[in-house]
């Protein structure tokens, strides 16, 4: 009997980064019901029901609406190889590393992709878009992403969306960041193919990628000429699983998909407009402590991600230290900067469970405790004063 | 305030198909730890943790020895991803689905497959790979099932291993319904790439897929010219997350590793030869009972996987019917045939948990009964006593 390794037994941790984040204890629970086949009649029905949660919750219609058996960025490449054939033309915006990660999968598809870059920390001029889609004619598609979980800007969709129709090119939305936190209408802004992530605002553990395919993208898929290059993938082959015929293809994360159903429906218990409300209000909160500490953000106004806050970090105040503090004295996880932000940003994530007053006002205060041990202090006070003026009016 | 589903309540079942199986209560209490970022250093510890337990189980010493974000299949095509550019020479062995799915994915890479067929239910001849693989030559690797879940087949790899090495190929092997329930000596057979589940004889939910490289594979990786057509399982990138750097790639599903962590700390603590006998007895005493009924095993004597028990339907016993009859009055799950054995083939898991003397005196008495309600009559007594002689001795 061998025994060298202790009990699994991981600490406190209050998770306000950019994701994980908190977890309901119903989701947890849900995880541990009773195990089931992936063909058992029990299963398909709970599948159907996440499929029909899922619809509700990107207000679509779409028939092709399922978790991928993947996290985010696995539902990321299955947009891209099952909608892309070799020589596609496809435009990418790109402005942060999350849409650099698109334009790396899509080439990968063997597409030709156009890339419409702006610095890390602005949103895309839909401008751009369309002197681009112009100029190279012709195009399968334009992607975007909705909420960058890198910069913590939110880009604004519906115009896009009308470039890509003026091409009748598909429309493709990486939801991730902001899907169950900020509004999102797949349908009404014509939105051809739209993935997530279950850690980010829907507040379920990581591991399912939901995804959701318009008709159109459907028929582009069953026209396609070349098979998908990935089998595990192939959404012509998994919506024979997920759809009526039941046709085994790979054995489905059955407890991850129990815990993202139980997820589901908290999140439409609570409504979808209550929910943006709330994250934006601890968003506001947050930000205007933030400013009244003398910070700022890394997003413009009018671009500001509820659900994921970059803060601009004060330059005498070492990233690292600060972020090693707050785990040590508080056991809050915050983010680091990715990509041009590395060093330079926090990301701080309000979404799901983690999405409430108490989290913003101890991490305002906790951040200022931070700071104030490397002698850069601020005026606790006041940043909770601003905080509070938001909830109280 | 939206109410309209129910709660989830997955009834019982006692799952003795071909996997999920039963999974200990210590691996979901494990799924529902407090919920850790993928980057902090707790969870890290828990990833050195699980690559370490890996390769005690795969029997390995190589490095790149981890579990890959998706089900089994998923590790199948991080392995032929990864290893495979476009016009490589590539041998598959294929004697059922799984092996069907090989050649699909590694066709799908862009490889030149020569396959090597042999009808359900057969294992591979070595002599027909060798001479192949003459005929051909310049290969890159030879691919085979270990234990071929669609008919039971346990394919001896000594000899395969053999023949890649005469051909400097890299030998690749699916080990998802082997791995911790059969002998598996990857180092000592010279396996370089192989593949498993975590669904399977590791007793844990699925979700994971654990792959394991050797050195000469890492090198094949370092040595391509091409990049990996999948982002997702890219393993240049994935390692420098799991390794020294921590680089981060995409979210890891941490609640799915910390139960991978458990099981195979629960694999250990039983050990590896105490596991595998087992698993051998049980199918022993199973395959005693079935024979005693009259009724036959499709793998012939040499070749039967313990974990996986595929058995021949009689003619007069329909194959949907029976499987409701033991799904509605034992809640049982066993898995009907695939490909060539639709209808004409149950296949039998007591793998993990599931390998339990209960589940095997249970099952044959309660397969009795589901055919005996469709007139076919057998002598449950003999099959019982027939079971018990193994293990009474």
Chains 1, 2 share one sequence.
């Not at 999350?98 to 063997?110: H, I, K, P, Y």
Request: charged residues 20%; hydrophobic residues 40%.
């Amino acid at each position: 009997m061998e025994r060298e390794f202790s009990q699994l037994n991981p600490g406190y941790r209050l998770l306000l980064g950019p994701g994980p984040v908190e977890t309901s204890p119903r989701v947890l629970r849900a995880m541990s019901g009773n195990l089931l086949g992936h063909l058992d009649h029990q299963f398909l029905d709970i599948m159907n029901d996440t499929m029909e949660l899922l619809r509700k919750v990107f207000q679509t219609k779409n028939r092709l609406t399922l978790p991928m058996s993947g996290t985010g960025s696995a539902g990321m490449e299955t947009v891209m190889v099952n909608l892309i054939e070799p020589g596609d033309n496809v435009i990418v915006c790109v402005k942060g590393v999350f849409g650099q990660r698109m334009r790396d999968v899509a080439e990968r598809c063997g597409a030709n992709v156009y890339s419409v870059e702006v610095p890390f920390g602005q949103p895309i001029d839909p401008a751009d878009v369309r002197k681009i889609a112009k100029e190279v004619g012709d195009i399968k598609l334009i992607a975007v992403v909705h909420a960058e979980t890198s910069t913590g800007i939110l880009q604004p969709l519906p115009e896009l969306s009308e470039i890509a129709k003026e091409h009748d090119a598909l429309f493709v939305v990486d939801a991730v960041t902001s899907l169950g936190g900020v509004e999102l209408k797949v349908d009404d802004w014509g939105i051809d193919a739209c993935y997530s992530g279950t850690q980010k605002a829907l507040s379920c553990p990581p591991g399912l990628s939901p995804v959701t395919m318009s008709s159109r993208a459907e028929k582009v898929i069953a026209e396609r000429k070349t098979k998908v290059q990935s089998w595990y993938l192939d959404l012509s082959m998994i919506q024979n699983y997920w759809g009526q015929e039941r046709v085994y293809h790979h054995t489905a994360p059955i407890n991850m998909i129990y815990g993202l159903r139980e997820a589901l429906q908290i999140v439409l218990e609570e409504g979808l407009e209550a929910r943006f409300k709330r994250h934006q209000q601890n968003s506001d909160a947050f930000v205007g402590g933030i400013e009244a500490m003398g910070l700022s953000m890394i997003a413009p106004i009018g671009y500001r991600l509820p659900t994921l806050n970059a803060v601009r970090i004060p330059e005498n105040v070492d990233d690292l230290k600060a972020r090693a503090y707050l785990l040590d004295k508080y056991g809050i996880e915050i983010g680091g900067g990715l990509g041009d932000f590395k060093g330079k940003a926090w990301r701080i994530g309000f979404m799901g469970e983690s999405s409430r007053r108490n989290n913003v006002i101890l991490l305002l205060a906790a951040l200022a405790d931070a700071m104030a041990v490397q002698g850069h202090r601020v005026d606790v006070g006041a940043a909770v004063e601003a905080a509070l003026e938001v909830y109280n009016g």
